[in-house]
T-cell receptor, first 114, second 113 residues
Framework: SAVISQKPSRDICQRGTSLTIQCQVDSQVTMMFWYRQQPGQSLTLIATANQGSEATYESGFVIDKFPISRPNLTFSTLTVSNLSPEDSSIYLC???????????FGNGTRLTVT | TQLLEQSPQFLSIQEGENLTVYCNSSSVFSSLQWYRQEPGEGPVLLVTVVTGGEVKKLKRLTFQFGDARKDSSLHITAAQPGDTGLYLCAGEGTTDSWGKLQFGAGTQVVVTP
């Protein structure tokens, strides 16, 4: 099974700045996704990270706010731009091989915006 | 959006007791998954159910998928403190949407010795 590592594990950022989160998988995976888990709420899918092309965003999420890169089958980054306190959340990277395979999650990045 | 409602939101029981968590929707899912999440960690997949009426057992955990594939339940027999965690159900709308999961709000389970 794939092991997913995220960096940083937590950060405190000032309003108006940006944070880039790195996601590294220990093996090649077909699919990678980014989720958000807001305080006291469940997980919401932000986007599918597509290798070598633009990410596919879910309703309510836009590329200007959440630019995503995926240069290869083991690595992806999520940037949360122009931070506001409402962006305080846990951001989770996930990945796997597709239908019939399990979806693995990283341990998340806890972002606090002051 | 296919909404998944979990109940109860919070469950506190003594070691050795049984518990059941429910996950309900008005929508049909191609599959439904159960995860457990502990503080500071990501969700860990427990089971995937794909066939209406399917029952899967994982040691003391029993998972059931409703006949109409709209609801599911998780039953834990003789709960242990190690079962403490946030239990999440997540539905997949179609087989084309692998990994694009709709999560329920979760059930926080606390098992005290």
């Amino acid at each position: 099974s794939a092991v997913i590592s995220q960096k940083p594990s937590r950060d405190i950022c000032q309003r108006g700045t940006s944070l880039t989160i790195q996601c590294q998988v220990d093996s090649q995976v077909t699919m990678m996704f980014w989720y958000r888990q807001q305080p006291g709420q469940s997980l919401t899918l932000i986007a599918t990270a597509n290798q070598g092309s633009e990410a596919t965003y879910e309703s309510g999420f836009v590329i200007d706010k959440f630019p995503i890169s995926r240069p290869n089958l083991t690595f992806s980054t999520l940037t949360v731009s122009n931070l506001s306190p409402e962006d305080s959340s846990i951001y989770l990277c996930s990945g796997g091989q597709g239908v019939g395979a399990p979806l693995h999650f990283g341990n998340g990045t806890r972002l606090t915006v002051t | 959006t296919q909404l998944l409602e979990q109940s109860p939101q919070f469950l506190s029981i003594q070691e050795g007791e049984n518990l059941t968590v429910y996950c309900n929707s008005s929508s049909v899912f191609s599959s439904l998954q159960w995860y457990r999440q502990e503080p500071g960690e990501g969700p860990v997949l427990l089971v995937t159910v794909v066939t209406g009426g399917e029952v899967k057992k994982l040691k003391r955990l029993t998972f059931q998928f409703g006949d109409a594939r709209k609801d599911s339940s998780l039953h834990i027999t003789a709960a242990q403190p190690g079962d403490t965690g946030l239990y999440l159900c997540a539905g997949e709308g179609t087989t084309d949407s692998w990994g694009k999961l709709q999560f329920g709000a979760g059930t926080q389970v606390v098992v005290t010795p």
